[in-house]
């Protein structure tokens, strides 16, 4: 006869182990404290309640039992799900496996569960994939979404709670954000010091906040240095988008021709090696590239890319931490993350007579 399951999950196994699932009870008998302690650690509400010590020994304890919470009496107890929906263009590159990385990490140790939802369409109207299901979620954290999908993902009238990761949009509960102008703007001063005053833009052919704010950094940056983007050429992301778009600014002018490519992810700078390698055109010598990102590919190419780093792990830990504040009702700021120029060997100082 099969044994019976209590509120807390005392029943055995499904059957597998033959051993009884542990209790919060056992937990609290483990380290030593009480129940009440236990449902403040392990549901995450124990900070200005139970000192830093007594809570990591409430986390040891569990995890050395196996302590799984039973998380349908809490929906019960709680009114919530406590899962989160992390909705990402892709999962092709490092990027965004880096976000999820980190949202799940920190979603792991608050006993949330995250949902993973690639869109199909990458970059853009993301259809809602629980529009019959919205009550199985508390939250939703979005990675690059057109401002058309937040409808969906938040539904009519009081939908959602939402996170925006790499955006503007007015329409949310919290943003994360990168520094993205300031990265673009580190790669443009890097160019110019070496004497670079033409520049081409191998821009990403998505309407989307992110690639707006690197071309405008850019363009106002060289500006104000005394250069120019001689030509902005837009094309997919990828390495086929990056080397026609790339060919196309190299040989498509009746002037001089551009000393540096400036590319908005380092999938499409890969292209442009590929296309200055096509063409005769050593690189740095004839034509600096530069990438952002900082993918693995990066350091994969040759000569390894200059470009941007952006701190993926930390935007997805950001993102759930905010949501997680946004459902305990507490203030959330606008969280900013730094941009770090990495310098390798795609760019060099401007062919001789180039600088004017």
Same mark, same amino acid.
């Given at each position: 006869? &099969?044994?019976? !399951? +209590?509120?807390?999950?005392?029943?055995?196994?499904?059957?597998?182990?033959?051993?009884?699932?542990?209790?919060?009870?056992?937990?609290?008998?483990?380290?030593?404290?009480?129940?009440?302690?236990? !449902?403040?650690?392990?549901?995450?509400?124990?900070?200005?309640?139970?000192?830093?010590?007594?809570?990591?020994?409430?986390?040891?304890?569990?995890?050395?039992? @196996?302590?799984?919470?039973?998380?349908?009496?809490?929906?019960?107890?709680?009114?919530?799900?406590?899962?989160?929906?992390?909705?990402?263009?892709?999962?092709?590159?490092?990027? /965004?496996?880096?976000?999820?990385? @980190?949202?799940?990490?920190? =979603?792991?140790?608050?006993? /949330?569960?995250?949902?993973?939802?690639?869109?199909?369409?990458?970059?853009? %109207?993301?259809?809602?994939?629980?529009?019959?299901?919205?009550? =199985?979620?508390?939250?939703?954290?979005?990675?690059?979404?057109? &401002? #058309?999908?937040?409808?969906?993902?938040?539904? #009519?009238?009081?939908?959602?709670?939402?996170?925006?990761?790499?955006?503007?949009?007015?329409?949310?509960?919290?943003?994360?954000?990168?520094?993205?102008?300031?990265?673009?703007?580190?790669?443009?001063?890097?160019?110019?010091?070496? +004497?670079?005053?033409?520049?081409?833009?191998?821009?990403?052919?998505?309407?989307?906040?992110? /690639?707006?704010?690197?071309?405008?950094?850019?363009?106002?940056? $060289?500006?104000?240095?005394? @250069?120019?983007?001689?030509?902005?050429?837009?094309?997919?992301?990828?390495?086929?988008?990056?080397?026609?778009?790339?060919?196309?600014?190299?040989?498509?002018? %009746?002037?001089?021709?551009? %000393?540096?490519?400036?590319?908005?992810?380092?999938?499409?700078?890969?292209?442009? $090696?590929?296309?200055?390698?096509?063409?005769?055109?050593?690189?740095?010598? #004839?034509? !600096?590239?530069?990438?952002?990102?900082?993918? !693995?590919?990066?350091?994969?190419?040759?000569?390894?890319?200059? %470009?941007?780093?952006?701190?993926?792990?930390?935007?997805?830990?950001?993102?759930?931490?905010?949501?997680?504040?946004?459902?305990?009702?507490?203030?959330? #700021?606008?969280?900013?993350?730094?941009?770090?120029?990495?310098?390798?060997?795609?760019?060099?100082?401007?062919?001789?007579?180039?600088?004017?």
């Amino acid at each position: 006869m &099969p044994e019976k !399951s +209590g509120p807390e999950g005392t029943a055995r196994d499904g059957g597998r182990s033959g051993r009884p699932r542990p209790t919060g009870h056992d937990v609290a008998s483990a380290a030593g404290v009480s129940q009440a302690t236990v !449902s403040l650690v392990l549901g995450g509400k124990w900070e200005g309640r139970v000192s830093a010590r007594t809570a990591e020994a409430v986390r040891a304890a569990a995890r050395a039992l @196996g302590y799984r919470p039973n998380l349908a009496a809490r929906t019960l107890r709680l009114g919530r799900t406590r899962t989160a929906l992390l909705v990402v263009p892709a999962l092709t590159g490092d990027f /965004f496996a880096a976000v999820h990385r @980190g949202a799940a990490e920190v =979603a792991t140790a608050h006993d /949330f569960g995250l949902l993973l939802y690639p869109s199909p369409e990458g970059i853009g %109207t993301a259809p809602d994939p629980f529009a019959s299901a919205r009550t =199985a979620l508390d939250g939703v954290i979005a990675s690059s979404m057109a &401002p #058309e999908a937040l409808a969906a993902l938040r539904g #009519e009238g009081e939908g959602l709670p939402l996170v925006m990761l790499d955006s503007d949009e007015g329409a949310c509960d919290a943003t994360v954000n990168v520094d993205i102008a300031d990265g673009m703007r580190q790669v443009a001063v890097h160019l110019r010091e070496m +004497g670079h005053r033409r520049v081409a833009h191998i821009a990403a052919a998505v309407d989307s906040w992110t /690639f707006a704010v690197r071309g405008r950094a850019l363009r106002e940056t $060289l500006r104000a240095g005394g @250069g120019e983007v001689v030509t902005a050429e837009r094309a997919p992301l990828g390495v086929a988008g990056g080397l026609e778009a790339a060919t196309r600014a190299l040989t498509g002018g %009746t002037g001089p021709a551009p %000393t540096a490519l400036v590319c908005d992810d380092d999938l499409l700078a890969a292209g442009a $090696l590929k296309a200055a390698r096509r063409l005769g055109l050593r690189v740095p010598d #004839e034509v !600096s590239v530069t990438g952002f990102d900082d993918l !693995s590919l990066a350091t994969a190419v040759e000569p390894e890319l200059t %470009t941007v780093r952006l701190p993926a792990e930390r935007v997805g830990a950001a993102g759930m931490e905010a949501l997680l504040a946004v459902l305990d009702g507490r203030r959330v #700021e606008t969280t900013g993350l730094p941009a770090t120029l990495v310098a390798r060997g795609s760019t060099g100082p401007a062919p001789d007579g180039a600088a004017r």
